[in-house]
């Protein structure tokens, strides 16, 4: 079943097709009502370009808000894990929200900040001791599904880290003692597929993405909610997302430059992926953010 899908909106324009970058992923079909396009779920790696392009309302994608609200509300011991980026983007609502959540009875709130720290160790410590050079990072779970179905020749220049996410829920269960399910306040549809692959044993259960927590939370008002925090200390992992992210923490973490050469960033997943493309033909260190 796939996360992203066409609603009845659809006028058959082919915007999403223009935008999308997996060929084969969103496919026109003669309906009765005239032409729409269809996502294949088997190739479509939830990037969300098409959501973005379409201009009429005609995509919707699919995570676990409902089902989080539901088992919370079943007395379901859960634990957040939020991404840095949702401070980023809703500054001045960032403790209400956690509040009301705390309210509804989240039991601990932990910042992806502090797993972005771990993993930015982690890359360094490989790097340096396999001088593993001309790598792709893999937090961004688009790219990586990207590379899994159209280019496996890459697979072997993946950075074999997890992402910040993983590395986060890992550290709560292993050094933190955290035996409650773990939600992920996301800002990636993508994210479902990280959570739901098998190789990730389970770790996290929901997918919380943004706009639908948000929305949820405006449409469920919360009464006697006090405002709250993530309750973790972190380094230099909440600048992680932002572009150049990685690099500056690589540089804060290890004191100087360890890698000379060229380092490949973008600000949206498939640039970022044509960025990779240049580690199977370019010689020396190069890392794809």
């Given at each position: ?128 001791e396999h001088k593993f050079y001309g790598g792709i990072s893999q937090p961004c779970p688009a790219v990586v599904g990207y590379i899994e179905r159209y280019l496996p020749e890459l697979l ?13 829920a890992v550290y709560a269960r292993k050094y933190l003692k955290i035996n409650d399910k773990f939600a992920f306040i996301s800002p990636c549809i993508a994210k479902k597929n990280e959570i ?94």
């Open positions: 079943m796939g996360l992203i899908k066409t609603n009845d909106k659809c006028i058959g324009c082919n915007k999403c097709i223009r935008a999308c970058s997996c060929i084969g992923a969103n496919v026109a079909r003669e309906k009765e009502r005239g032409n729409i396009i269809e996502v294949d779920p088997k190739k479509c790696i939830a990037c969300g370009a098409c959501l973005d392009a379409c201009e009429h309302g005609a995509r919707e994608y699919e995570d676990d808000v409902e089902k989080f609200f539901e088992d919370l509300s079943k007395g379901q011991k859960i634990s957040v894990i939020i991404a840095p980026a949702f401070l980023a983007n809703y500054p001045r609502d960032y403790g209400k929200y956690l509040g009301m959540l705390k309210k509804l009875g989240v039991h601990r709130f932990i910042s992806v900040s502090f797993g972005a720290d771990i993993t930015t160790w982690a890359y360094i410590k490989y790097i340096t072997p220049k993946l950075m074999p880290v997890h992402s910040p996410m993983m590395c986060t739901d692959d098998p190789n990730n044993q389970g770790y996290i259960a929901y997918n919380l993405t943004f706009s639908k927590l948000v929305a949820y939370l405006k449409a469920h008002p919360v009464n006697g909610a006090q405002p709250y925090t993530d309750e973790i200390e972190y380094g230099l992992g909440s600048i992680y997302p932002m572009p150049g992210g990685l690099k500056e923490m690589y540089t804060g973490f290890s004191g100087k430059m360890l890698l000379s050469g060229r380092w490949k960033e973008s600000t949206t997943c498939m640039n970022t992926f044509v960025a990779t493309k240049t580690v199977s033909r370019t010689a020396g260190p190069t890392i794809c953010l």
